[in-house]
């Protein structure tokens, strides 16, 4: 069987996910038990193209960053055109990995609401629609019975959301802490071993990492969202940014942080959310100095963690991958993998 997927951004985590698609079909359906078929791309910067038999993933992957470069495809067009292009398109999922405004979370949040409205199943990688618009587009999806999946959005491929939601549902989770920017983690890694923020946080942007805008990633706005999402998913409440303390790793110095490591410590960007006894939740954002023998102070690089506490269980960290072209992409294929699953039940 086939899935028809319709992309929405035609970025890193996109373009990664049609060479995952390409690279091994065979090997892909007998693992998933299902094809995968991309319909149609629509970019900004590249323009768009619906084939409704299957795009060329061949000609899709040398596709040059050039805009407009979607016209030199059969049936491409200059033009980005979402909306009416996918929206009429036999496309079952709309894959979202556009560049999120972080104030309006737009126009991803858009993106979703219309590719829900007309039955379509979406799995994004923004934190946009999750932080603005999160309950009203689970309304939708569960309005038009089509799934609304984002394991993309909190350390990226490594499925962080599924865990907690599935695998330590009941457990009574009150509390968890993480180290969930991967720029964050691996800017203070180098500032450590003696680069400058400046030089280490262009050492992030060249590896991929960092937001289009770095200094979501350094104020942590970035983290706030995530643990907005997490916290929302893990504890159905609604946190908002108004709602989250936010402090970022730019008020610390070179110094602070080399001196840390003579202490046998290390700083790190954390983000923290917990269960009070009235129920409500508090979450933040901030930097804190870890002695060694903390779990997360030897999480280093882009790699990722939190320690989810519970009830029964104490506490259990989950670390992996936080960033990246491939792995994030990965999220996308475990989302279209949930779908599968819960059509099929
Ligand atoms: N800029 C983010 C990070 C990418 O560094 O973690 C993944 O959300």
Not at 16 to 43: Q, W
Not at 191 to 199: L, M, P, R, T
Not at 241 to 263: F, H, N, P, Y
Request: hydrophobic letters at 40%; a negative charge.
């Amino acid at each position: 069987m086939y899935y028809n997927i319709a992309l929405i951004g035609f970025g890193g985590v996109n373009r990664a996910l049609a060479h995952i698609i390409s690279t091994d079909p065979e090997k892909f359906y007998c693992e998933m038990g299902f094809n995968l078929r991309i319909v149609a791309v629509s970019d900004v910067f590249l323009g768009s193209v619906y084939t409704p038999e299957g795009i060329d993933l061949a000609l899709l992957a040398a596709l040059p960053l050039a805009q407009g470069a979607c016209a030199t495809l059969p049936n491409g067009k200059t033009t980005a055109e979402n909306e009416d292009i996918i929206k009429n398109s036999n496309a079952d999922i709309v894959v979202e990995a556009t560049v999120t405004d972080s104030i309006t979370g737009q126009p991803a949040i858009s993106h979703c609401r219309w590719a829900l409205s007309t039955g379509k199943h979406v799995s994004t990688t923004n934190k946009g629609p999750l932080a603005f618009a999160e309950q009203e587009l689970m309304a939708l999806s569960l309005k038009n019975n089509v799934g609304f999946e984002y394991e993309g959005v909190v350390m990226s491929g490594t499925p962080v959301l599924r865990f907690a939601d599935k695998l330590l549902k009941g457990s009574g989770i009150n509390k968890f802490t993480g180290i969930v920017n991967g720029t964050a983690n691996y800017v203070l890694g180098l500032v450590e071993q003696g680069y400058s923020f400046v030089d280490a946080i262009t050492a992030a942007q060249r590896q991929g990492y960092a937001e289009a805008d770095p200094s979501a990633d350094i104020e942590g706005k970035d983290v706030m969202l995530k643990v907005i999402v997490l916290a929302n998913r893990l504890w159905n409440t609604n946190l908002t940014q108004k709602t989250v303390q936010c402090q970022g790793i730019s008020d610390l110095t070179e110094t602070m942080v080399r001196q840390a490591v003579t202490e046998g410590c290390h700083w790190k960007l954390l983000g923290k959310a917990s269960k009070q006894d009235d129920g409500s939740i508090v979450a933040s954002v901030s930097p804190e100095k870890l002695s060694v023998e903390h779990p997360l102070a030897a999480i280093s690089g882009a790699v990722n963690a939190i320690t989810f506490t519970s009830d029964m269980l104490g506490d259990v960290t989950v670390s992996g991958p936080g960033a990246g072209r491939i792995e994030t992409a990965y999220a996308i294929l475990s989302d279209i993998i949930a779908i599968h699953q819960r059509r099929e039940s």
